[in-house]
C-alpha cells in the first residue's frame, strides 16, 4: 500500500528530474558548437515538428525555420553563414 506510494513519487521525481536535466541541457548546448551534423537527431515527425539549426544547434518548430537545400536553421543570417563557412562539397 505504501510502497506502491513511493514507487508512484520516485518515477514522478524522476520525470521531473529527467525534465530539468534536459533543459539544463539545453540552455547548455548552445553555447558549446562542437561540428556535430548528426541530423539524425531530429525525428521528422516529432510533436511539432521541431528542427534543428545546423548553425548553432538551436531548435525550433519547422514552421519558423528557415530552410535551404534540406538543412534548417533558426535565422536567415545563420543560413548565410554556414553556407559561408561550409566548403567542404
Ligand atoms: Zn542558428
Redesign the pocket.
Known sequence: MLGKLVFFLIIAALVYWLIKARALEETENTDEETGENTENNVSPKALEEMVR??????HLPRGESVTSQGEF???N??RLE?KDSDTSS
Request: overall charge negative; glycine content about 8%; charged content about 10%.
Open positions: 539549426c545546423v548553425h548553432c544547434g538551436v536553421f533558426c535565422c543570417e545563420h554556414h
